[in-house]
T-cell receptor, first 112, second 114 residues
């Protein structure tokens, strides 16, 4: 079992719809969770992080964390073609070093 | 100017050659990282450094070495390049700060080993 799992996609949604990206992790001791966006050939850029159970909203983005189910998700409201990218989930499972373990990413395609 | 820079941005080399990838940052962060990214495998940690005198191996350090020349500079070397080291390499930085510690990535170096 991979430490951080994501569906590779592609996830295709129409413009204006809600895109839902999911991530599961194996280590129950994981402390914080990050979502990065990566355009093809570019570097990952941070969207947001979450470390408490529940929802965290930032503009059109909402991160949801359920530690009991070991599940974190990212919702993108009013999806735009410019949101088309690969979304990487990263997990901090070691509070001593704060190293991140990355999933392989989900490719999102927003259709105009 | 970019906060995290990497040089070169693209490099083609031959098997057996020694090459160095360089990373510099102006963010004032104490921690620096080197990752490689391969299709289907995601980002994998090669080495990380929490301070000039603190360097640690990541999950895939074999075939690589690093040098932290200064707080702001962290270099990755391939002593004898091989074709399966062809990948996209990223440097990242962070400021030590508990569970909320966030890593920021450089633009990447695309390396092709022939």
């Amino acid at each position: 079992q991979k430490e951080v799992e994501q569906n590779s996609g592609p996830l295709s949604v129409p413009e204006g719809a809600i895109a839902s990206l999911n991530c599961t992790y194996s280590d129950r001791g994981s402390q914080s969770f990050f979502w990065y966006r990566q355009y093809s050939g570019k570097s990952p850029e941070l969207i947001m992080f979450i470390y408490s159970n529940g929802d965290k909203e930032d503009g059109r983005f909402t991160a949801q964390l359920n530690k009991a189910s070991q599940y974190v998700s990212l919702l993108i409201r009013d999806s735009q073609p410019s949101d088309s990218a690969t979304y990487l989930c990263a997990v901090n499972r070691d509070g001593a070093t704060n190293k991140l373990i990355f999933g392989t990413g989900t490719l999102l395609a927003v259709q105009p | 100017d970019a906060d995290v820079t990497q040089t070169p941005r693209n490099r083609i080399t031959k098997t057996g050659k020694r090459i160095m990838l360089e990373c510099s940052q102006t963010k004032g962060h104490d921690r620096m990282y080197w990752y490689r990214q391969d299709p289907g495998l995601g980002l994998r940690l090669i080495y990380y450094s929490f301070d000039v005198k603190d360097i640690n191996k990541g999950e895939i350090s074999d075939g690589y070495s690093v040098s932290r020349q200064a707080q702001a500079k962290f270099s990755l070397s391939l002593e004898s390049a091989i074709p399966n080291q062809t990948a996209l390499y990223f440097c990242a930085t962070s400021e030590s700060g508990g569970a909320q510690e966030t890593q920021y990535f450089g633009p990447g170096t695309r390396l092709l080993v022939l």
